[in-house]
């Protein structure tokens, strides 16, 4: 238990469908992050939120939108996706974006 | 970030100290260097950090060389849970963590 919670765990999702991803952190950190998982490659960095500020944004495309309401919960909404996106999508936390990062368990995505 | 070289895969057998390489020559004075792991299917894990000094904890010890070119992350006694991919990652404290390939190591029994 890391203290970061994804949901869903599993999701499977037509390409015409939106959904959306939930994190939460019970940690008290400023910082969330959404790293993508593709399989045999490194993680990737998508999005980074700062006191429910993006501050970074690293030319994902824009069917993946990013929601920070407040510092304990990070969304990622996605729609009209397409098969290649289908990965493991994980959410962090960090005390601030200098910080040591703690992940959650990640949601596994597939894209039909 | 310092670009860090690690080895693809290694093996250890249960019991015995894990020795995991990475090479950041490049590194700047500023920079930390970090280790995660990855267990299979599940997020990764924060292991250790060191800058200057060497570093343990209850999971691990981490070795930097003098010049700080290079670390080494020690599991005292390995088991057959510590099979996971160990990342070496030279952050700067004003930067994002960037993962790369990592060290796929495999216990033993």
């Known amino acids: 238990e890391t203290g970061v919670t994804q949901t869903p765990r599993h999701l499977v999702m037509g390409m015409t469908n939106k959904k959306s991803l939930k994190c939460e952190q019970h940690?008290?950190?400023?910082?969330m992050y959404w790293y993508k998982q593709s399989a045999k490659k490194p993680l990737e960095l998508m999005f980074v939120?700062?006191?429910?500020?993006?501050?970074e944004n690293n030319s994902v495309p824009s069917r993946f939108s990013p929601e920070c309401p407040n510092s304990s919960h990070l969304f990622l909404h996605l729609h009209t996706l397409q098969p290649e996106d289908s990965a493991l999508y994980l959410c962090?936390?960090?005390?601030?974006?200098?910080?040591?990062?703690?992940f959650g368990e990640g949601s596994w995505l597939t894209v039909v | 970030d310092a670009k860090t070289t690690q080895p693809p895969s290694m093996d250890c057998a249960e019991g015995r100290a894990a020795n995991l390489p990475c090479n950041h020559s490049?590194?700047?004075?500023?920079?930390?260097v970090y280790w995660y792991r990855q267990i299979h299917s599940q997020g990764p894990q924060y292991i250790i950090h060191?800058?200057?000094n060497n570093e343990t904890n209850e999971m691990a010890s981490l070795i930097i060389t003098e010049d700080r070119k290079s670390s080494t992350l020690i599991l005292p006694h390995a088991t057959l849970r510590d099979t996971a991919v160990y990342y070496c990652?030279?952050?700067?404290?004003?930067?994002?963590?960037?993962f790369g390939k990592g060290t796929r190591l495999h216990i033993l029994p």
């Open positions: 990652i030279a952050e700067n404290r004003d930067d994002k963590i960037i």
């Open positions: 490049t590194i700047s004075g500023n920079e930390y």
């Open positions: 962090a936390s960090s005390q601030d974006i200098r910080n040591t990062i703690y």
């Open positions: 940690l008290g950190h400023n910082a």
């Open positions: 939120y700062s006191l429910e500020e993006r501050v």
């Open positions: 060191g800058l200057k």
